[in-house]
């Protein structure tokens, strides 16, 4: 547990240095035992930048087109998730029905599932929430993250299990203010 905790506050300061302006390397990655990579989903319009030790699989035929998985052993401890679609609604009523969807499929999808909130910033045409579910005898805290941009759909979810999500929150929330659009915009 000790272990990990020292993982997390050195993947802390990695996430927070290209933020200061601060690398070690140029390009995409930053230099420290888990250097960052970038992962561009160009069909989609979106870049992320994760720590290069989180496990990565892309596909155009499943749900998700993009998956990190950060892994103690072989328990998966923190999920990134990416669906992204080629359309936008383009009002605000037909964000909020496609919204009403969103969250409606959270039930049917995940066993238990309780939401703790939702939100809706209609400015930057983006909603959120944060759920838990449980599987088998783990709960798992889920926030998702529902962005409107350039004419395409970006969902993305941030995992983990409930007991070490107040460890993870901090490297998800800098995970997605590293986001960047194809038009340059971040988050």
Not at 69 to 98: H, I, K, N
Not at 140 to 163: N, W
């Amino acid at each position: 547990m000790q272990s990990v905790r020292l993982h997390l506050q050195k993947l802390a300061i990695l996430l927070l240095l290209p933020l200061t302006g601060i690398s070690c390397r140029s390009g995409s990655l930053f230099d420290y035992n888990d250097e960052l990579r970038s992962v561009a989903l160009t069909d989609y319009g979106i870049t992320f930048r994760i720590p290069g030790r989180w496990d990565v699989s892309l596909s155009r035929d499943r749900y998700f087109q993009f998956v990190a998985v950060y892994r103690e052993g072989s328990e998966p401890l923190a999920v990134l998730e990416y669906r992204g679609l080629d359309t936008e609604p383009r009002d605000q009523r037909s964000r909020d029905l496609y919204a009403s969807g969103w969250y409606d499929a959270m039930r049917l999808n995940y066993p238990g599932w309780k939401y703790a909130n939702r939100d809706k910033d209609a400015d930057s045409r983006s909603f959120t929430f944060e759920g838990s579910y449980i599987e088998g005898t783990v709960r798992y805290i889920k926030i998702g993250q529902l962005r409107f941009r350039d004419r395409r759909i970006h969902a993305i979810y941030y995992t983990a299990p409930e007991e070490e999500m107040d460890q993870y929150r901090e490297v998800f929330q800098t995970i997605d203010g590293l986001i960047q659009y194809t038009n340059g915009q971040p988050r």
